[in-house]
């Protein structure tokens, strides 16, 4: 008999090292894979490679802009997702405040010349207070944005971010939203409004955390996201 199949996605700048812990913890209970989201160039191209790599039934886990694409993946594939979990996402289209951001990111990522990934003042926006200076997630962090580098980064950068929320009211099956308590990339408001909309879903805080949950509470998520596989 065969596993039951939960698909990972990572955000942006993120491989599979941002769900080192979850992928040790999952699998020998669950059939885990990890998307690749750092080729394409659309949405829908993205969602694509994901339903790619999985099975005709899956669950669904999409961190940050993997969240976003885990949203196209429905807009595709609605029946074949079982369950759906959003980490440290949103589901609204950039206001013209941030993508101008987005922007201006991308402006000096190219200017820079050789790209370091994440810088110290970037740093601290993604991690919580408390984690800012533990150099095992720094590392981890700067070892995947400097390793995908910045071709990927300025594809991923410029992704239009559709508005979700029909997909979402949409849904029916098990929904999973979790969020840094203080995530100021994707703020916990955003996420209490994800819960309230969907019809079957369960809202955890990270307390303490920032934008990086799945490596600043890696045993919360892991396991939180073990708990909602065995929902039916």
């Given amino acids: ?20 812990d979850q992928i040790e913890a999952l699998s020998p209970d669950f059939d885990v894979r990890v998307a690749d989201i750092t080729r394409g160039s659309t949405m829908p191209e993205l969602a694509e490679a994901v339903v790619a790599i999985a099975p005709e ?38 206001t013209p405040e941030r993508a101008a951001e987005r922007r201006a990111l991308t402006s000096l990522a190219r200017s820079q010349g050789r790209f370091h990934g994440f810088g110290d003042r970037l740093m601290r926006t993604y991690l919580g207070p408390d984690h800012v200076n533990d150099a095992q997630m720094t590392g981890r962090v700067r070892a995947m944005t400097q390793r995908l580098g910045l071709d ?5 950068s410029i992704l239009e971010r559709e508005d979700g929320e029909a997909v979402v009211r949409a849904y029916a099956g098990p929904m999973l939203v979790i969020c840094g308590e203080l995530d100021v990339i994707t703020p916990l408001v955003g996420h209490q409004e994800i819960a309230a909309l969907a019809r079957d879903a369960e809202l955890i805080v990270a307390a303490g955390c920032g934008h990086l949950t799945p490596i600043e509470a ?15």
């Fill in 57 to 94: 039934r899956f669950s669904l886990a999409g961190f940050s802009l993997g969240g976003y694409v885990a949203q196209e993946v429905l807009r595709q594939a609605a029946p074949r997702v079982e369950r759906l979990a959003l980490l440290d996402t949103a589901i609204r289209a950039d």
């Fill in 218 to 232: 890696p045993k919360l998520v892991s396991e939180a996201l073990a708990h909602w596989m065995r929902r039916t």
């Fill in 152 to 156: 990927v980064f300025l594809r991923q």
């Fill in 1 to 20: 008999m065969s596993r039951p199949c939960l698909v990972l996605i990572p955000g942006l700048l993120n491989d599979d090292e941002l769900w080192r």
